[in-house]
């Protein structure tokens, strides 16, 4: 039975993420934890790692196994929590392979970058890519209106969020 530390050291390795947090357990069960986001952490609202667009990536022995032991070819990669990003399907085969699709996946969605805006005292964060000048128009346009009528900052930006 080896340890999966040389997995999380190879996982550090992985390019494109703004924070990297890496963590390897082999208590219970063996795995390694990727906690990654693409923006700055000076930009996260309140600080906190879940406002940002983030991935939560967990490796793991295959099919279930307890222990990781390197006679074993394969582990399973799982993204197991996400915001803002694409989605990442399951993935069992080599711990090389399983890192190129882990970087291919980064890779495809580190191109979205955020700009924070102030919009009457309402910070909201644009994904430049995939965003129109009609589409900010018709945000900030709702976001003045439901301040005029006396919503509260809190609620306009529970809304801007769900856009």
Request: charged fraction near 25%.
């Amino acid at each position: 039975m080896a340890l999966m530390t040389e997995i999380a050291e190879k996982v550090k390795s992985l390019n494109g993420l703004s924070f990297m947090n890496v963590q390897v357990s082999d208590n219970l069960i063996s795995s390694v934890s990727l906690h990654g986001s693409f923006d700055v952490k000076d930009s996260w609202a309140y600080n906190i790692f879940h406002n940002s667009r983030y991935c939560i990536f967990m490796i793991r022995p295959m099919k279930g196994k307890r222990y990781y032991d390197t006679s074993d070819e394969k582990v399973e990669v799982e993204l197991i929590s996400s915001s803002k990003v694409g989605k990442f399907r399951k993935y069992t085969g080599s711990v090389d392979k399983v890192l190129s699709k882990m970087q291919d996946w980064i890779n495809s969605n580190k191109g979205w970058t955020c700009e924070l805006l102030d919009v009457n005292c309402v910070s909201t964060f644009i994904m430049k890519e995939c965003v129109t000048q009609d589409y900010v128009e018709a945000r900030d346009e709702v976001i003045s209106e439901a301040l005029d009528e006396g919503e509260s900052i809190d609620w306009v930006w529970s809304q801007v969020a769900q856009w």
